[in-house]
């Protein structure tokens, strides 16, 4: 039987980075994946157009996932942004960041980085066998001796597990590294879909789903949970709410509507504006035109679905005056602009989860190695671990960095 130096469990970002890192310093590698082909979830990051990483400094970066984000340093010193545009440089994908922010492939396209990194293990000679569905961790109770799939042994001193969550089952994604961590005694924290759309108890969010509102500003209105929130654009759909605010605030409400059966939020659609200067920004739209009426003057801060059905809410009538408007009905409006309601009562679960929150607990993996603290020669990278940013190429860099760390020191 042939025996490998390293097994990398998972073809995603993080275990092909791992793979080409470890074969690179002259390592035999076997690369596991259970689907039929590599990198399916990675093809389907940033809508196909493939979001790799951001221009974020490593301490920004690392801010943006919260109080564990300092685990992350060891394998950013490793591999941070710039030297992830040029390692893809050196295999033949040149990157940009057309907004300054997030970059990109210059062709747009996930299916580049997958030929690419494809290419690059076949050019190192790592064996890739697909269709392969590892199910045991062998071990001696001390170290790593191989792995179990459904239908073959393989034998090696070191593993990496890079099998993901459990977003987009679809694509592969169903937990299968947490029983396998979970049998060598490793903790593994609840596990909670996240990135994704949410779904609203208030029915007429159906009547704006033409609309897209940028810069709106979303906080979670209970005691416990209000220093909550999120900035980004926003869009209706049939029964909710999604877009970047959306996709990277579900992260934060998965959890509590584990808890509860709803969550109240606030919403400002008016990119940040409180009472005073929405007044005042009515009164100078009125000096260039004393004639409008509600709905118009509301047009001027949203479009039109969103006016409307904010009258109905604030009870006024969108055909008259502002000033012809009852006191309190007028006062509502405008709190209203300032804080829109919301109630989020569900989700469609992992199958529209683009991450996971939750997985291996931090404490028990080393951040200089990215190897377990429970057995020897078993490493961790990317999403199996309790650790997830939010949209904007956060998720892709981490997973490549730690993959990167995995593998130079499997």
């Not at 990051?45 to 690392?62: A, H, K, P, Q, V």
């Not at 990496?160 to 490793?186: F, K, N, Q, R, T």
């Not at 404490?363 to 990278?381: R, V």
Request: glycine residues 10%; aromatic residues 8%; proline residues 4%.
């Amino acid at each position: 039987m042939v025996k490998y130096d390293l097994i990398v469990v998972g073809s995603g970002a993080a275990g092909m980075m791992a793979s080409i890192t470890a074969a690179r310093t002259g390592k035999s590698v076997l690369l596991l994946e259970k689907l039929s082909k590599i990198g399916a979830k990675l093809k389907a990051t940033g809508g196909g157009r493939c979001n790799l990483t951001n221009t974020l400094s490593n301490e920004d970066f690392m801010a943006r996932f919260g109080r564990d984000g300092r685990f992350m340093t060891p394998a950013l010193d490793a591999l941070d942004h710039k030297a992830l545009m040029s390692f893809f440089k050196e295999i033949g994908v040149e990157s940009h960041a057309p907004d300054g922010y997030r970059v990109f492939p210059v062709t747009h396209s996930s299916s580049t980085i997958i030929n690419a990194l494809g290419e690059e293990m076949q050019n190192l000679d790592i064996e890739v066998l697909c269709s392969q569905k590892v199910v045991t961790l062998e071990h001696d109770g001390e170290k790593v001796t191989g792995v179990k799939t459904l239908t073959d042994t393989f034998k090696a001193d070191n593993v990496v597990i890079a099998s993901g969550g459990m977003g987009y089952p679809v694509l592969g994604a169903e937990g299968d590294g947490y029983p396998m961590a979970e049998s060598v005694g490793h903790t593994v924290t609840d596990i909670y879909p996240a990135m994704m759309p949410l779904k609203t108890k208030e029915t007429w969010v159906e009547n704006c789903r033409a609309d897209t509102i940028a810069k709106v500003y979303i906080r979670v209105d209970m005691k416990k949970y209000k220093k909550l929130s999120a900035k980004g654009d926003l869009i209706f759909t049939k029964n909710g709410i999604r877009g970047p605010v959306v996709l990277d605030f579900s992260r934060e409400i998965t959890p509590i509507l584990s808890k509860f059966n709803e969550v109240p939020v606030l919403v400002n659609f008016t990119k940040g504006m409180n009472e005073e200067q929405i007044r005042d920004h009515f009164k100078q739209e009125l000096v260039k035109d004393p004639h409008r009426n509600t709905l118009q003057l509301l047009q001027t801060l949203l479009p039109e679905s969103v006016s409307i059905e904010l009258c109905r809410l604030a009870e006024v009538d969108p055909a008259l005056a502002l000033s012809k408007q009852a006191g309190t009905a007028r006062d509502k409006l405008i709190k209203f602009l300032v804080w829109t309601p919301l109630t989020i009562n569900g989700h469609d679960g992992f199958k529209m989860a683009m991450i996971t929150r939750g997985g291996i607990h931090l404490k028990e993996i080393d951040p200089y190695t990215m190897q377990s603290k429970k057995l020897k020669g078993l490493y961790f990278c990317g999403e199996v671990m309790n650790i997830d940013g939010p949209c904007g190429g956060y998720n892709l860099q981490w997973s490549f960095a730690s993959g990167y760390l995995a593998g130079m020191l499997a």
